[in-house]
DNA sequence: TTGTATGCGTTATCAT
DNA sequence: ATGATAACGCATACAA
């Protein structure tokens, strides 16, 4: 590992001063074209790469942005990290990921290390900070975008992009009303979750809609996984057998619950309709293919980043954006 | 957003020089309890936190690695990354996160920009570099660990750490002999992959342990999805109807296969057995439910930055090491 | 035990 | 068009 090639060394080897040569390299006016060829063929030769730290300290921008989830295994994240990091790619940034594993320490330590990283901005998700350290740390960083999370009070330099849970749910129960059903089940989520707490009033709000009364025997809650679809629909359905219709929290659930029904001898969709949500793509594979609540998650991490620099360079307003929800129809609902 | 407060802030305040809050941070020796607690409680009292990047300026350390895969969308990569970061965490290190989306000029560019950054050592996960250029680059930093990749010549500096494709396929294949199959075909994967190469060594070698002729006609190669598992297993089915076992690239190309075989009549695995790679969720649910060589993806990503973190340290040997698939016998074998 | 001077590699500012 | 100097915030080396 060879020594680093410095400003200093090739404003020495072309004996210029190193602000010409620092010139030529940040594309600015003020050297001619001559002496800028012979700087840039220079830079070629001896491998020049500007250092970005030192860069960074006195232009206090770092070109580095933080991304902070829960846990990067989880598809839902793992999309939405590819699509921020695509555009920042494309925006010449950096993300640095960070993993909380739903731990507050956690994240408080992530915020900390990047706020002494001195990046340009944050995309937190599914942040389980309480609402004052939240508003806290947010008014450290010079932008942030909160995905899956909002804020009570509007903060300069923020904008929160929700996934619109309620309108999302309302419009799978709309789906089973129109194919008839009645008796709508909700598994839900861990309850930490906001997004479990929000598509539970979604639920509740449809019903009412649709003038249908909320039984709370027809509700539910368990781990977000096949085996807490799966348990949750079990029980569902020793205390009710008039059940003909579930809303699960995830696909992973309603696959779960779907194996409970078929072992319970009701078959989906005919007796028992069942709709999840995050076309996962086992969803598409899964038998009965599975009708499900789809949204873009890519294109998510895109636009988070895309707000996230647009705050950075000033040229956004605080707000709330909310992505919709799309009902793909395939077989289960 | 407020002015970071800095060390001469701390200093000035503290009536002492910047050098004996310094020391106080660091930990270091040199300073009475008694201004090293006024020093703390005036930390404390005015949130001062070191601003890592002109600590980096002077140290040329960073505590930060980059990570660099095809697509952290890609399960596998995603649980790698996993075990990366919580590793790194531990040690109190972070990661810049890059996707090269396997294109040979983003991969490059990452490299690039890591360089810049002055990271403190890589983890390079299935480079497509070729061997020139990507020793080249490892020569760059002052640390790497290459993840399902080698390079023939060794390098101070480097260790890989590969997952045994050989003796994985070995495995599988002494599996279908021992539950007596005979004619074993070979689903491969893309033939830019090396892991879909070494699988296919290791089964022509397993074939020979077995002394089982090798049949051309039983070996395609499609995309490793289940789509391409199925239209793969179609067109072996069509033009060889004795297989009696299939060896997937992986389990989603199993997935595939298995709805092939059913689809043309035969009946898994009492006609056709089958096994997968990667021991992905879905394979414990899916039905039958599949057999699959696993790994620890998780747990050799911690290796990997505790490899790396040995090599930083100047505690690690130039070497490659070889991670066991273990075989989950489970319905479909 | 504490402090001073210097430098890390770059950009900003003000000269020339 | 080009250059000299200071500054970013910290740690290292050496003094006191």
Not at 181 to 193: C, D, E, Q, V, W
Request: charged letters at 20%; aromatic letters at 6%.
């Amino acid at each position: 590992m060879k020594k680093r090639t410095t400003l200093a060394d090739i404003a020495k080897a072309a004996n210029v001063s190193m602000m010409t040569v620092s010139r030529v390299i940040n594309n600015k006016p003020g050297v001619t074209n001559q002496t800028r060829k012979h700087i840039l063929d220079l830079i070629k030769e001896m491998e020049y790469q500007p250092n970005a730290i030192a860069r960074s300290l006195v232009t206090n921008k770092t070109k580095t942005i933080g991304l902070v989830v829960p846990d990067i295994t989880n598809p839902f994240f793992a999309q939405i990290a590819r699509g921020v990091e695509d555009a920042a790619y494309e925006h010449e940034y950096t993300i640095l990921l960070i993993n909380t594993n739903e731990e507050l320490e956690r994240e408080m330590n992530a915020l900390d290390s990047l706020w002494q990283k001195d990046i340009d901005g944050i995309i937190l998700c599914s942040s389980r900070l309480p609402e004052l350290k939240l508003s806290a740390q947010i008014q450290r960083f010079p932008a942030t975008v909160l995905l899956n999370r909002e804020v009570l009070e509007p903060l300069p330099n923020l904008v929160s992009i929700n996934v619109n849970d309620q309108r999302g749910v309302q419009r799978a129960i709309q789906h089973f009303v129109e194919i008839g059903r009645k008796n709508i089940a909700f598994l839900g989520g861990p309850n930490t979750s906001f997004s479990s707490q929000r598509r539970f009033v979604g639920y509740q709000t449809a019903l009412k809609t649709a003038q249908i009364a909320y039984d709370e025997n027809l509700v539910v809650f368990n781990q977000p996984n096949t085996e807490g679809g799966y348990k949750a629909t079990s029980a569902l359905l020793s205390k009710k057998s008039t059940i003909d219709a579930i809303f699960a929290f995830n696909d992973l659930m309603a696959i779960g619950a779907i194996q409970a029904c078929q072992q319970a001898g009701h078959r989906v969709p005919e007796e028992i309709a069942i709709i999840g949500v995050d076309d996962i793509p086992l969803s598409s594979i899964f038998h009965p293919r599975l009708t499900t609540l789809h949204v873009n998650l890519q294109q998510t991490g895109r636009l988070a980043t895309r707000t996230l620099l647009d705050i950075i360079g000033n040229e956004a307003l605080p707000a709330t954006y909310q992505i919709e929800f799309e009902l793909i129809t395939r077989e289960s609902a």
